[in-house]
């Protein structure tokens, strides 16, 4: 569980450069999500640290970045507003135990069933979602107190100093890869800034970053009911939205490094790392996209680079704040451009013409969802519609052939899944009243997926009974036949023949 993951030198070396380019993007990252949860910018500083160093020791995802993110911490301002940052640290708690639980029930295997559109989706959602938020940078705060757009040539040096972080991320891996090029684009525009003295704005403009080592201290609240009933429905919210980003987030970064992170464990990691959190003044987090594309486009694959992220993010708020504070934020800006410009998948403008098209409904449904509410509500919505969309096209797909055997019974074999969906389609294919006095329906070729499929076979059996007829059913799953038991003597079912497949359950998964 503790293995770093580093064999020699150079993956130490890596694995550590990697760290310090991540640690330093986390840093106006963590204090502008404080700010939206309505908290202190240490609060944010300390989840990143907390979060970011649990979830890479305890992870399912070595080399994916944790930390305070957007879309918990618009869920926290009116936890904050109404009751307090002490209810907020409680609510972590909870919601790190829910996680704890939802690992250990093993939930974490659901995120399979997130198809693949809404996973373009969601990282085009996301990819837009961390571009505007850039934009905030491009405001500044007047002597008089007011934001407003830069102007003149304060906008000019800050967009020349973003083109120039961006090409050193761009050209500097095509001429070596000993070094991380966002961390040199970092150090070269940084060392451009003080050394030419360039009025520009830096990350101390957003707050100051000096703390100290963050405290245990169990929430100040009262341990009755009427507190577990304020929290519990924002640990709910904040617990399925961690966990969705953050299975989502592994799922992205096993492709991008042909490996495979485990979900489960990562539920528990997550879990684990909220919980602590919350005991150590932090406001909680999840995996960070963002984030974890600059690690692993630096290099970073293994447990050592989210730890030294995290150490290093400690060590900045400890002892090197007044250097971190010096930082343009042009150079972050810039690569955190040059993260939205790796992470959206450009190929789905390409494709987006040739695949079904509610599948490129689902694609551009998700995308915005995500950018105008959140990310939870976006993958529920697009799982949602891909699930609706895929029972009406394969309710279309039940069919029978019907014809009479050499005995002068009435056969019919049934084509294509029995579902909720296609249930009416298959009661409307037969005749009860005009049939034979003997009708076999044969199932070889159909399957039954559901329950509503077992009582749309019961309800058609019976039909067959008012109508005095005998009904024959031919492989039929055996839990068909002990609910079709009702029926009485005239439904006869033929299990002699029946194969063993079971109705689609879970529990069998």
């Not at 304060?154 to 966002?182: D, E, N, Q, W, Y």
């Not at 939205?241 to 495979?260: F, K, Q």
């Amino acid at each position: 569980m503790f293995q770093l993951g580093c064999a020699n030198r150079a993956c130490y070396q890596n694995e550590i450069l990697s760290g310090l380019t991540v640690a330093l993007a986390l840093v106006p990252e963590a204090v502008a999500f404080a700010f939206v949860a309505g908290v202190e910018p240490l609060v944010g500083l300390y989840a990143a640290f907390m979060v970011g160093l649990l979830a890479a020791i305890f992870g399912g995802r070595p080399g994916m970045i944790s930390g305070a993110t957007g879309a918990m911490a618009v869920v926290m301002v009116a936890l904050v507003a109404d009751h307090g940052v002490q209810y907020l640290f409680a609510a972590v708690v909870l919601t790190g135990l829910l996680q704890i639980t939802a690992g250990v029930l093993r939930l974490g295997k659901y995120i399979r069933m997130v198809p693949y559109p809404v996973m373009l989706g969601f990282v085009n959602g996301l990819a837009i979602v961390i571009f505007l938020a850039q934009l905030q940078s491009f405001y500044i705060t007047s002597p008089e107190g007011t934001t407003e757009l830069m102007s003149g040539s304060t906008l000019g040096i800050f967009i020349g100093l973003i083109v120039v972080t961006m090409a050193i991320i761009h050209f500097l891996p095509k001429l070596t890869g000993a070094f991380p090029a966002s961390l040199a684009a970092i150090l070269f525009v940084s060392a451009v800034s003080i050394g030419f003295a360039l009025d520009t704005k830096t990350v101390g403009d957003l707050a100051s970053i000096e703390g100290g080592f963050p405290q245990f201290n169990i929430p100040s609240v009262p341990f009755n009911w009427e507190t577990l009933r304020i929290i519990f429905p924002y640990a709910i919210i904040l617990a399925a939205i961690g966990l969705i980003e953050s299975l989502l987030t592994l799922s992205l970064i096993d492709d991008v490094t042909n490996t495979r992170g485990r979900g489960n464990r990562e539920c528990v990691g997550q879990g684990i790392a909220n919980t602590v959190t919350g005991f150590f003044g932090g406001m909680g987090g999840c995996a960070m996209i963002g984030q974890s594309m600059i690690n692993v486009n630096s290099g970073g694959r293994q447990r050592l680079s989210g730890i030294s992220a995290a150490l290093f993010l400690l060590i900045f708020i400890l002892f090197a704040s007044s250097l971190i504070e010096a930082i343009p934020m042009a150079a972050l800006v810039g690569v955190m451009f040059m993260v939205v410009m790796g992470t959206f998948e450009w190929s789905s403008l390409r494709i987006i013409r040739k695949i079904p098209r509610t599948d490129a409904f689902v694609l551009i449904l998700v995308s915005g969802v995500t950018v105008a509410t959140d990310l939870a509500i976006a993958v529920v919505v697009g799982v949602i519609v891909s699930a609706l969309a895929f029972a009406w096209e394969h309710a279309k797909h039940i069919n029978v052939k019907g014809y009479d055997n050499e005995y002068g019974i009435r056969v019919y074999e049934l084509n294509g899944p029995l579902f909720f969906g296609s249930v009416k389609r298959f009661l409307e294919l037969f005749d009860p009243e005009n049939d034979p006095q003997e009708v076999i329906i044969e199932f070889q070729n159909s399957r039954v997926a559901d329950h509503s499929a077992i009582e749309a076979i019961d309800n058609l059996a019976e039909k067959y009974i008012k109508a005095g007829k005998t009904l024959h059913l031919r492989h039929l799953s055996p839990e068909c036949t002990l609910l079709l038991e009702k029926a009485g003597d005239l439904v006869e079912v033929n299990l002699m023949e029946d194969p063993k497949y079971h109705v689609a359950d879970d529990k069998l998964a």
